[in-house]
């Protein structure tokens, strides 16, 4: 059974005119008879009956012509959906991002997706930045959105956004009511820091802050969970790092523990935010996604100046 057949007969079902069935295919009237007679054949009944004076269908051309419609249907759907795929409006973009980008690069970058592409499916899946550029390199992201540039060749980037980073403690802890802290004062405070692999640009951040001022950070706990850091230097005397998004949110769930964000300068630790895909021409979903990105941009956090702000005003008190 040919798909142009079930065309054809429908054509006829609708038009019940040879003639005018024909015209609307373009065919001629004998190869429209000998599309219905194969298709007859195939099915081994009659579904047209036709005099010189009518032409309708048979009980078994109606019954047939329910599903002939539903098939043609599915089909056109189905080329639909290829051609919007192609088109990269419809599909699933997977999209990996770590918590300052979902304060502030998400939220109108998803407001955007929706109105322009309703049927693509974003997936968000919230790693650092280690895991998030490995699963990018074994083709289970997308894009990932990442705190620093990548070194090898085998991704794209952009930077989005640049984010001062934090000491966080615990609220009895004697820096919690701080205006800011000189970085060299790490120098006599046990820290809690996490595995290189985990966040390199943050890692050297705060390494060559520690260098440039001449100490020796106190590791007392690799913590590779930031929730976990939280928790830990909420119940003991420990410093640990944060970006300042990150510390402005922290313990923001009722009842949930509340880190204190403490500003440090000389120097003040930055690092940068970027989106990241793989090497190569982006496909149409990546596409889509990193335009909406751009269409949304630049990407600036007003509140974050507060730290810069309070580190400056401690600096010259």
């Not at 930045?129 to 705190?147: F, K, M, R």
Request: charged share 20%; hydrophobic share 45%.
């Amino acid at each position: 059974m040919e798909f142009r057949h079930l065309v054809s007969f429908l054509a006829i079902a609708e038009e019940l005119h040879f003639g005018r069935a024909a015209a609307r295919l373009h065919l001629t009237q004998p190869s429209l008879s000998q599309q219905l007679q194969r298709l007859e054949r195939t099915l081994g009944v009659e579904l047209v009956a036709r005099t010189s004076h009518e032409v309708r269908l048979t009980s078994a051309g109606r019954a047939f012509e329910v599903e002939a419609r539903a098939i043609v249907s599915q089909v056109d759907k189905a080329a639909q959906c290829a051609r919007e795929a192609a088109a990269g409006r419809t599909g699933t973009v997977r999209v990996g991002y770590n918590f300052p980008a979902g304060q502030h690069i998400l939220p109108m970058t998803l407001a955007k997706m929706h109105a322009e592409f309703p049927d693509v499916m974003v997936r968000l899946e919230e790693k650092r930045t280690g895991p998030q550029l490995q699963a990018l390199a074994d083709g289970e992201l997308d894009i990932a959105l990442v705190y620093g540039r990548p070194v090898t060749s085998d991704f794209q980037y952009r930077r989005l956004l640049r984010l001062p980073m934090v000491a966080v403690v615990g609220q009895g802890h004697k820096w919690a009511g701080r205006p800011g802290v000189p970085f060299a004062e790490l120098a006599h405070q046990p820290c809690i820091l996490f595995a290189r692999e985990q966040s390199p640009a943050m890692y050297d951040a705060i390494l060559s802050a520690a260098e440039r001022t001449g100490i020796r950070l106190n590791v007392a706990n690799v913590v590779d969970d930031p929730g976990a850091t939280g928790i830990l230097v909420s119940v003991k005397p420990l410093v640990g790092f944060a970006s300042a998004s990150r510390g402005m949110f922290a313990g923001a769930a009722a009842g949930g523990v509340r880190p204190v964000p403490v500003p440090l300068y000389q120097p003040v630790p930055m690092v940068d935010l970027y989106v990241v895909w793989r090497e190569g021409e982006p496909t149409r979903l990546q596409t889509s996604f990193l335009d909406c990105l751009e269409a949304v941009g630049p990407f600036d956090v007003p509140a974050l100046t507060r730290f810069e702000r309070a580190g400056t005003q401690a600096k010259t008190a």
